[in-house]
């Protein structure tokens, strides 16, 4: 069974550019998430969709930042435009069920953004 | 709000030395507690979790961790360090049912021959 996958796994953009991070979660899992790690510090939430709805979305930075998940299936994060505080490591998950407290999240690799 | 704080943001330790990671936290409710790990060019894998009974939990590779609500600790150890067990560990905690992961900044773990 495939896990879940981001593409690109690295990105480097010069600021202002606009950046589109791709995520499939595991087939069947209803719930994606996406974190975000910036300078090495803690992994921060960014949102959650339930199939294609967005349940929590309380993370997102600003409005630069614009994710999507048509059909329910696979997800994108836009940054338009992007600035440098940006860079870090953009993680998606995935769960078959919301509540996680008896079930794990699958992660993917991570997207290493840098922002020059 | 809750937190997580790892104090220590890089540990060595000699292969076959203990390995002991430390995790607090702070939450105005019981909290259901995790342990991952990240490999180099991989995405974190669950090593263990805590939700609810006994406080020691066994999890993958021989590592566990011991919930200990009055010192608001969820620490990581395993008895002996393995060269495969230099990664990335990051503790994090959800508050209840439907609540969002607070990761810790995780702490890099190098294992010395």
């Known amino acids: 069974e495939a896990g879940v996958t981001q593409f690109p796994s690295h990105s480097v953009i010069e600021k202002g550019q606009t950046v589109t991070l791709r995520c499939d979660p595991i087939s069947g899992h209803d719930n994606l998430y996406w974190y975000r790690r910036v300078m090495g510090k803690e992994i921060k939430f960014l949102l959650h969709?339930?199939?294609?709805?967005?349940?929590?979305e309380s993370g997102m930075p600003n409005n630069r930042f614009l994710a999507e998940r048509t059909g329910g299936t696979y997800s994108t994060l836009k940054v338009q435009p992007a600035e440098l505080e940006d860079s870090g490591v953009y993680f998606c998950?995935?769960?078959?069920?919301?509540?996680?407290?008896?079930?794990?999240?699958?992660f993917g690799s991570g997207t290493q953004l840098s922002v020059l | 709000a809750q937190s997580v704080t790892q104090l220590g943001s890089h540990v060595s330790v000699s292969e076959g030395a203990l390995v002991l990671l430390r995790c607090n936290y702070s939450?105005?409710?019981?909290?259901?507690l995790f342990w991952y790990v990240q490999y180099p060019n991989q995405g974190l894998q669950l090593l263990l979790k805590?939700?609810?009974?006994?406080?020691l939990v066994k999890g993958i590779n021989g590592f566990e961790a011991e919930f200990k609500k009055s010192e608001t600790s969820f620490h990581l150890t395993k008895p002996s360090a393995h060269m495969s067990d230099a990664a990335e560990y990051f503790c994090a905690v959800i508050e209840g049912y439907g609540q969002n992961f607070v990761f810790g900044p995780g702490t890099r773990l190098s294992v010395l021959p």
């Open positions: 805590y939700t609810t009974g006994a406080t």
């Open positions: 998950a995935s769960s078959q069920h919301g509540g996680t407290t008896n079930e794990k999240l699958f």
């Open positions: 969709f339930v199939k294609e709805s967005k349940q929590d």
């Open positions: 939450s105005s409710v019981p909290p259901y």
